[in-house]
Nanobody, 120 residues
Framework: QVQLVESGGGLVQPGGSLRLSCAASGSIFSIYTMGWYRQAPGKQRELVAVIISGGDTNYTDSVKGRFTISRDNAKNTVYLQMNSLKPEDTAVYYC??????????????WGKGTLVTVSS
């Protein structure tokens, strides 16, 4: 009953920028944390950035200073602004949210992913 839909992926040259969006919809009572993970070919999925309902953020070291996570609570949407992109940022980016619904105190939900390719 909850869906996360990502958008904004694509092909970009090294040094370029992209902005990912993820909108949550459905029987949502409250959204606690929202975040972005990524999975590169042959690698495990890793946390990129997370933002809690109060606005505190956390980033993996490799994206600090280049990526910015933000959220619009009124729209149940989380964004990931990615600047100074590098080829090693190439991955499928997944949206994640910990959400309370009318029937669950809280559980993890995942989007289907959006591909980001950084290449010249």
């Amino acid at each position: 009953q909850v869906q996360l839909v990502e958008s904004g992926g694509g092909l970009v040259q090294p040094g370029g920028s992209l902005r990912l969006s993820c909108a949550a919809s459905g029987s949502i009572f409250s959204i606690y944390t929202m975040g972005w993970y990524r999975q590169a070919p042959g690698k495990q999925r890793e946390l990129v950035a997370v933002i809690i309902s109060g606005g505190d953020t956390n980033y993996t070291d490799s994206v600090k200073g280049r990526f910015t996570i933000s959220r619009d609570n009124a729209k149940n949407t989380v964004y990931l602004q990615m600047n100074s992109l590098k080829p090693e940022d190439t991955a499928v980016y997944y949206c994640n949210a910990y959400i309370a619904t009318m029937t669950h105190y809280g559980m993890d939900y995942w989007g289907k992913g959006t591909l980001v390719t950084v290449s010249s």
